[in-house]
């Protein structure tokens, strides 16, 4: 490269603005085909579990709270997800759809990779039949 050239192009991005973004301060709008976090819709849920059989990465596990009611719960591993979206092509009821707007899901821990969705007193009550201790009748 002659210098020349060089120096014409150094002499002309002096007087330009800079092209990074200062993300962490100035965020900006995400795409409107970005495949965020995944999200789900309990009340369309019919239980059917195609989502769960098609995951590819097992990220997806939908938990039967009462099936004459309709009440699931599902529990979602974003850790594992590819965020393929083949879970939502395959629901026939559109109870899933990937987020445009959350997609740092950025964490030092793995604690907040697993996500419940579904109503409140329905994760409550799929929380505590997993904290409970197992039954005297087992033996290990």
Not at 50 to 79: G, Q, S, W
Request: a positive charge; one cysteine or more; hydrophobic letters at 35%.
């Amino acid at each position: 490269m002659k210098i020349g050239a060089m120096l014409g192009d150094i002499f002309s991005s002096l007087f330009k603005k800079p092209v990074t973004e200062k993300y962490p301060y100035v965020k900006s709008e995400g795409p409107v085909r970005l495949r965020g976090q995944l999200l789900y819709d309990s009340s369309k849920c019919t239980g059917c579990q195609l989502c769960m059989k098609d995951c590819p990465a097992d990220a997806i596990e939908i938990l039967t709270v009462d099936k004459v009611n309709k009440k699931f719960v599902m529990r979602y591993h974003a850790d594992r997800c590819t965020f393929c979206a083949q879970c939502v092509q395959t629901c026939r009821f559109d109870c899933l759809s990937m987020s445009n707007k959350e997609w740092e899901l950025a964490s030092a821990n793995r604690k907040p990779f697993e996500i419940y969705y579904g109503r409140e007193e329905d994760v409550a009550f799929i929380l505590d039949r997993a904290n409970q201790p197992a039954s005297a009748g087992t033996t290990e």
